[in-house]
């Protein structure tokens, strides 16, 4: 009885030991397996713009030097509050903006299309001030982002779309009003696809901000 009791110690103790080698395996086997921590992206370097072509006249026309305006902090909605990638699949539920899960924004999208509207502004020739430190006259730029989004119009197909509406005040006046809608192709069906996109589509609707600006009378 006592040999029969000591087999059944020692057999208990072999599973015991066993069970812990395994549990120490799968755990090994998650850290190893473990997803790596979300890739970072911002829109790039500024680009600069292209320079005339040799063949265009010098008496081309060329749009005013802008004059010194204030920026407040773009505005986007509760949703695009952070430092979340969305993307939409239109041809199965376009209502619902999906997150990516291993992918993220070094800021949230306003604030990186703020620092590069600031940076355009400055290459177009004009003054950013901060609100603080604007005198009462100088105009206000206003603007609200309500879509920066890649959206799939197919499992292969994808364009980085971004909406913007700016408006510009003196004092409290609205001075003018206009949106912008962008939209650039995605060179891949992923996350790094997708901010190709953005930054591309965000560019574009700047450079035309920038140039309605232009267009205002504001001094």
Same mark, same amino acid.
């Given at each position: 009885?006592?040999?029969?009791?000591?087999?059944?110690?020692?057999?208990?103790?072999?599973?015991?030991?066993?069970?812990?080698?395994?549990?120490?395996?799968?755990?090994?086997?998650?850290?190893?397996?473990?997803?790596?921590?979300?890739?970072?992206?911002?829109?790039?370097?500024?680009?600069?713009?292209?320079?005339?072509?040799?063949?265009?006249?010098?008496?081309?026309?060329?749009?005013?030097?802008?004059?010194?305006?204030?920026?407040?902090?773009?505005?986007?909605?509760?949703?695009?509050?952070?430092?979340?990638?969305?993307?939409?699949?239109?041809?199965?539920?376009?209502?619902?903006?999906?997150?990516?899960?291993?992918?993220?924004?070094?800021?949230?999208?306003?604030?990186?299309?703020?620092?590069?509207?600031?940076?355009?502004? &400055?290459? $177009? %020739?004009? @003054?950013? #001030?901060?609100?603080?430190? +604007?005198?009462?006259?100088?105009?206000? *730029?206003?603007?609200?982002?309500?879509?920066?989004?890649?959206?799939?119009?197919?499992?292969?197909?994808?364009?980085?779309?971004?909406?913007?509406?700016?408006?510009?005040?003196?004092?409290?006046?609205?001075?003018?009003?206009?949106?912008?809608?962008?939209?650039?192709?995605?060179?891949?069906?992923?996350?790094?696809?997708?901010?190709?996109?953005? &930054?591309? $589509? %965000?560019? @574009?609707? #700047?450079?035309?901000?920038? +140039?309605?600006?232009?267009?205002?009378? *504001?001094?």
């Amino acid at each position: 009885m006592a040999t029969m009791k000591t087999h059944h110690a020692l057999g208990r103790r072999v599973l015991i030991g066993a069970g812990i080698a395994a549990l120490s395996l799968l755990s090994a086997c998650s850290v190893v397996s473990r997803p790596d921590a979300a890739m970072l992206y911002d829109l790039g370097p500024l680009r600069t713009q292209a320079a005339a072509p040799p063949q265009a006249s010098p008496t081309s026309q060329r749009l005013p030097a802008l004059p010194a305006l204030s920026i407040a902090d773009i505005q986007v909605p509760a949703w695009l509050d952070s430092s979340l990638i969305f993307y939409r699949l239109s041809y199965a539920n376009e209502q619902q903006p999906r997150p990516y899960a291993q992918a993220r924004w070094s800021m949230p999208p306003g604030q990186l299309l703020q620092q590069h509207l600031k940076s355009r502004i &400055a290459q $177009a %020739g004009g @003054a950013v #001030l901060s609100p603080a430190a +604007a005198a009462p006259n100088v105009p206000v *730029l206003r603007i609200e982002a309500d879509d920066f989004t890649q959206i799939f119009s197919s499992p292969a197909q994808s364009v980085g779309q971004v909406s913007l509406r700016a408006s510009v005040f003196r004092e409290r006046t609205l001075v003018a009003q206009r949106s912008f809608v962008r939209q650039a192709p995605a060179p891949s069906a992923d996350a790094a696809g997708g901010v190709r996109a953005l &930054a591309d $589509a %965000g560019d @574009a609707a #700047l450079g035309a901000m920038i +140039a309605w600006l232009a267009s205002l009378d *504001l001094k």
